[in-house]
């Protein structure tokens, strides 16, 4: 089984003094490097997804920023492929589907942020065009939302999507689960 480990939009603005921390991001990155590393030294492939914002008022992941850079725990390694996105999945208009075809990806370990946006799309089509997939939930971030005058903490969002992750498409473990 060849593992391809996409680590999807851990930027700055994620995190505290950024444009939109999200809850538990710092605990979430840390972990994350802790799979990166363990992908890097069993010689896997490892794909880095950033979001680039190329709307004037977006406020958050414009390119050339401070916050639209990938965090230096998880920053890509040379030979490492970054691929650049516009929309929560990322899979469209990018040459995401490809690379993993190319690399003969047989499961594909989703990790980054936002659990209830980019996350989600991304494990949604990977299950759809096919690949085996597999969270790390404690290497994944979600926000505080509110919907129609209730508000949902980020852990209680993150929790909710990595449920309905599991229970169609994808494994969920945590990190700890994948390096052992």
Known sequence: MTRVLVIVDIQRDYFPGGAYPLVGADAAAERAAVLLA?????????IHVRHESHDPGAGMLVPGTPGGEIDARVAPAAGETVVAKTSANSFLETPLHELLTGAGASEVVVI??????????TVRAASDLGFDVTVAADACAAPDLEFRGTRIGGADVHAAFMAALAAAYARVVTVDELVA
Request: aromatic share 0%; charged share 15%; glycine share 16%.
């Open 38 to 46: 363990d992908q890097r030294t069993t010689g896997g492939t490892v």
């Open 112 to 121: 980054g942020m936002q659990s209830s946006m980019c996350v989600d799309a």
